[in-house]
């Protein structure tokens, strides 16, 4: 076999085409949680108690064999961690296109890129903003929207009851949908999927259903409390 | 036809450069777009004025020379190579605006030529096969499926004008790569080294400075061989299939 006769000199010690394996992995980690999570959500129109049992329930998942709350905390060290693989590859993948284009064009045509590209980027920063504002609303509830509360249940009517808690919600759902739409098509790239164009529609398909799915189904619950449909 | 161009003029690699402003007139329709820019010169050069470099060679769309950012777009408004483009596609008094591709990767030498021995370096570092020479094998001694071989064909179309680089948003030089890979993959001739060829190369285009790819599209959209996406894909799958077989 042929050696080359080039010198390697100092390459980057990660490869881009890894970062973005990363990325592609850590995010169909949270797709399937967000569509868990969407699942979840939706039990609201099933009632109070289905709502309350089920948040109960999400503790006691899986015991005896797990400790209270073992499910819980598996799942939450789960997304922790593809969290910070997802955002610090996003940040040192964001940090190096910076760098391989230092001296921008006098004139670019206006790209339908250019625009998805930022809005992976801001969109993803938005994202990785509301989801601290989310833990601290509806996890730790260190903000309280619309009150005090007994029980789950109550605490989401609350909150939803109040139109920019509502618009907040759906900014990051709409955040949300933009990301996935892209970034499912994009996984499936990183992953090698795309080996002809039929595979590239079915590709395209896919990501357009989920994102559809997924903003639909979280815009539903926030949308039907503030509108008093959900007694 | 009357023309405004706005060329961007650099006098070499450490000169800041800038955009001058040139009137041309007498441009004909037919004319290809290198042949109005070499009308250009010529009207410069009876001036005693430098002539706007820009690259070129085989004019008939096949070498890959010519690429310029032509109005922000790849080639210019046509899915072809500069040299195949003709002034008929734009209108008697439009401004022109030209540049030199941008990427750090391919550094501005002088006015619009730009140095692309960065892709010569990733075809050095596995985009070969490695094969004894000698008397040519008969034709049919390795039988390649139909589907594999258009496939190849497909892939090799890639002449390696950069344009995918200069469109790209990241600068990310994914598609030419990508072309390469899927090129000498789909021959049975590319199997020995397809792994160590997809680790060495991709190792060398981060390292030449491009960046990563974002899976836009953009670079296909401009490519003047309509490459499709399909080959960055391929590439990646090759990548962690490499991984796999390493540890
Ligand atoms: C928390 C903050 C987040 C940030 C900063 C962020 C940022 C990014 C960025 C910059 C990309 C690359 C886009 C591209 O390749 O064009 C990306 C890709 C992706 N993101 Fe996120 N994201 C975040 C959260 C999420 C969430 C919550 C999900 C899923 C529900 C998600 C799913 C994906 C997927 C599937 C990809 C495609 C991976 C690939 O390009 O191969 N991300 N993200
Ligand atoms: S000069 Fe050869 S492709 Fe244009």
Redesign the pocket.
Known sequence: MATSTIDAGKRPKTGSILL??V?????????G??LAHMYGNLMIFAGRETFNEYAHHLREFGSPMLPEKGFLWVMRITLIVA?VA??G???A??SRAGKARTTRYVQRKGQWATF??RS??W?????????VFHILHFTTNTIQIGGDYDNPADRLLNSFGVWWAVLIYLFAVAC?GM??L??????????GLNRSLDAAERLRLTAILVAVV?VVGFALPPLAIFLGLIP | MKLTLKIWRQSGPEDKGGVVTYPIEGVSEDMSFLEMLDVLNEGLIAEGEEPVAFDSDCREGICGMCGVMINGEAHGPERTTTCQLHMRSFRDGDEIVIEPWRADAFPVIKDLCVDRSAFDRIIQAGGYISANTGSAPDAHATPVPKENADRAFMAAECIGCGACVAACPNASGMLFMGSKITHLGEFPQGQPERDARVVSMTAQHDHEGFG?????GECSRACPKGIPLNVISQMNGDLLRAQRHRS
Request: a positive charge; proline letters at 0%; one cysteine or more.
């Open positions: 973005k394996t990325m592609a992995v850590s995010g169909l980690i949270f797709v949680f967000i969290l997802h955002a590859s996003a940040f993948l964001w998805v590209k992976m980027r969109g993803g920063a938005a994202l990785l903003i509301f989801v949300l990301h996935l892209h970034g499912i098509w994009s996984a499936g790239m990183t992953l997924v | 990563g790819c974002t899976n836009l």
